[in-house]
Every structure is written in C-alpha cells, then in structure tokens.
C-alpha cells in the first residue's frame, strides 16, 4: 500500500533479514524500486538475475564458506563429516552453498555421512528433527567431524541434547560457517536447554567457527557520524542488553555503517542536490 499511494517512491532501506530481502524481492520488482539492505548477507542474495534491485551493504556468507572450506581441505585434512544446518532460510542456504562446494570438488574423496535438518522444538510434526533426533542420528553415523550453520540457541540445544546420550560427543569436533554468535552465546536460560554452562562450553571446546569480527576495539572516530567507535559499541551493547536481545556485533558493526552511508547519500542527493555520480564521503 505504501507503493501504491503517496508521494513516489525511489528506493526501500531494509531489511536486515535474509529471509526479509528475499520477500522484499517481489515488491521492488513489480513497481521497480530498488532495496537497500544494511544486513542482509545470505548468499542467494548475489543472483543478479534473481534479485535485480538489491543492494546490500555486507559482504555475503559465501565468504564464511570459502574459508572453513579451506581450513577443513587444506590445514585439517577432513574428509569423512557429518552436516546440520537449521531450518532457518539463511542456514539453509548457507548449508546449500557448502554442499555444492563439496560436490564440485571432484576427487577430493569427500563423504557426508549424514546431513541433518535440524527444526525449532516449540512447532514439531513428529517427522521432524528436533535437537534430540538430530543428537542420535548424530551418535548412530559415528561422525568424527560435524559442520554446522546454527544459531546459538539451536547449537546449544543440541549440545545439551547430545551429552544427555553419553559421552560420544568428545570424539567430535564442531567447524561452523556461521559463527555470527553474540558474546552470551552459551546462556542455557535463554536457549532452554536443561544444562549447565560449564557442560555447554566443556562440549563446545575446541569449535572451529568463522565470521567476520565484531566491532574494532581501538578508540578511534566513524568516518562518517564523527562519534567515538568505542561509544558506538557502548550504546548499542546497552540498547540491545536493555530489549533482551542477543548482541551481534558484527552485524551491528555492518549496519551501523550502512544506515550512515545510506543517510549520507540522500543528503548529498535530496538536500544538496547533487547526481548520484558525484555522491562522496567527502562531500561537504
């Protein structure tokens, strides 16, 4: 409704949710108006064909792939894993990119022993892979190796899961392309699983995780809104603690960035009139 009726429209800014920009998709294509994502990262996104009007300004997870890909290639020598992914649009498609990676990798001997599904507990047809499930299916393929694109609720539910059959899981060691983790990552209370901190972190030892960093630590200005780095971190820490949230940093670092660039070129254009050609971060 909002395309249809009032002053036009040049442009949507949002979302930060993969699975938001992938239904933005369909609105910005009918009344061909562009979308400005300040974090959406999942790699589907790239199709220039699929998603014509999209511009985001963080870089996608097909990054996170590359470089666990490698690692479990080339440094560690794995071969023979098992894989989780979350039913989550953004997992989903992140697990998918890691497959076709393990696919095209002809003569590498790669063998999944299993790949599993793994489903949020509170909506489950009795089919579905709950965390236990997926915890056994996981003992039963005797996999040494498990890569994984969780959130931190859902890994911690699992793990909780898996040490509730034994002690197998001591034998396994955990890489993930999706370590977008918040610091509290590990808190039982929050994930509701019905374990101890100290059992999630001795599970979670020795995790092979990659993302993009959190915020720099070095007290230095934003380019762009001129404010400490180090007050930026410090209000959002405090807003997101206060609203209950998990805090992601990382994301919260890409975002920030974006909204300013965002802002600082609809000045440059609306205010002082100048082309999108000549929009800078220098313009006064």
Same mark, same amino acid.
């Given at each position: 409704?909002?395309?249809?009726?009032?002053?036009?429209?040049? $442009?949507?800014?949002?979302?930060?949710?993969?699975?938001?920009?992938?239904?933005?998709?369909?609105?910005?294509?009918?009344?061909?108006?562009?979308?400005?994502?300040?974090?959406?990262?999942?790699?589907?996104?790239?199709?220039? *064909?699929?998603?014509?009007?999209?511009?985001?300004?963080?870089?996608?997870?097909?990054?996170?792939?590359?470089?666990?890909?490698?690692?479990?290639?080339?440094?560690?020598?794995?071969?023979?894993?098992?894989?989780?992914?979350?039913?989550?649009?953004?997992?989903?498609?992140?697990?998918?990119?890691?497959?076709?990676?393990? =696919?095209?990798?002809?003569?590498?001997?790669?063998?999944?022993?299993?790949?599993? %599904?793994?489903?949020?507990?509170?909506?489950?047809?009795?089919?579905?892979?709950?965390?236990?499930?997926?915890?056994?299916?996981?003992?039963?393929?005797?996999?040494?190796?498990?890569?994984?694109?969780?959130?931190?609720?859902?890994?911690?539910?699992?793990?909780?899961?898996?040490? %509730?059959?034994?002690?197998?899981?001591?034998?396994?060691?955990?890489?993930?392309?999706?370590?977008?983790?918040?610091?509290?990552?590990?808190?039982? =209370?929050?994930?509701?699983?019905?374990?101890?901190?100290?059992?999630?972190? =001795?599970?979670?030892?020795? *995790?092979?995780?990659?993302? %993009?960093?959190?915020?720099? %630590?070095?007290?230095?200005?934003?380019?762009?809104?001129?404010?400490?780095?180090?007050?930026?971190?410090?209000?959002?820490?405090?807003?997101? *603690?206060?609203?209950?949230?998990?805090?992601?940093?990382?994301? $919260?670092?890409?975002?920030?960035?974006?909204?300013?660039?965002?802002?600082?070129?609809?000045?440059?254009?609306?205010?002082?009139?100048? *082309?999108?050609?000549?929009?800078?971060? =220098?313009?006064?």
């Amino acid at each position: 409704k909002g395309l249809q009726s009032g002053p036009t429209k040049f $442009a949507m800014i949002g979302d930060c949710c993969s699975g938001a920009c992938m239904g933005n998709r369909d609105v910005g294509q009918v009344y061909n108006v562009p979308s400005f994502s300040p974090f959406c990262t999942s790699p589907v996104l790239s199709s220039a *064909t699929a998603y014509p009007n999209l511009l985001r300004f963080s870089p996608t997870l097909d990054g996170n792939n590359d470089l666990i890909f490698d690692v479990m290639r080339n440094l560690l020598q794995y071969r023979r894993i098992a894989m989780v992914i979350q039913d989550a649009a953004l997992a989903v498609s992140v697990g998918d990119g890691f497959s076709s990676m393990l =696919e095209h990798d002809h003569g590498a001997g790669w063998q999944v022993l299993t790949s599993l %599904k793994l489903f949020d507990d509170g909506n489950l047809p009795v089919e579905h892979q709950s965390p236990a499930v997926v915890a056994q299916a996981l003992k039963d393929s005797s996999a040494r190796v498990v890569w994984t694109c969780l959130y931190e609720d859902q890994a911690v539910r699992l793990w909780c899961a898996m040490r %509730k059959l034994g002690d197998f899981w001591k034998q396994i060691t955990f890489v993930s392309s999706c370590f977008w983790w918040s610091e509290r990552w590990y808190d039982v =209370e929050t994930a509701g699983a019905n374990c101890t901190e100290e059992e999630i972190f =001795e599970i979670a030892a020795g *995790t092979v995780g990659v993302d %993009k960093s959190p915020i720099i %630590k070095a007290d230095i200005t934003h380019g762009l809104s001129h404010q400490s780095i180090q007050e930026i971190k410090r209000e959002y820490t405090e807003a997101c *603690t206060a609203n209950g949230g998990l805090c992601h940093e990382a994301g $919260a670092a890409y975002a920030y960035d974006a909204v300013w660039s965002i802002a600082r070129a609809a000045h440059a254009w609306f205010e002082q009139g100048h *082309t999108a050609q000549e929009i800078t971060y =220098e313009n006064d």
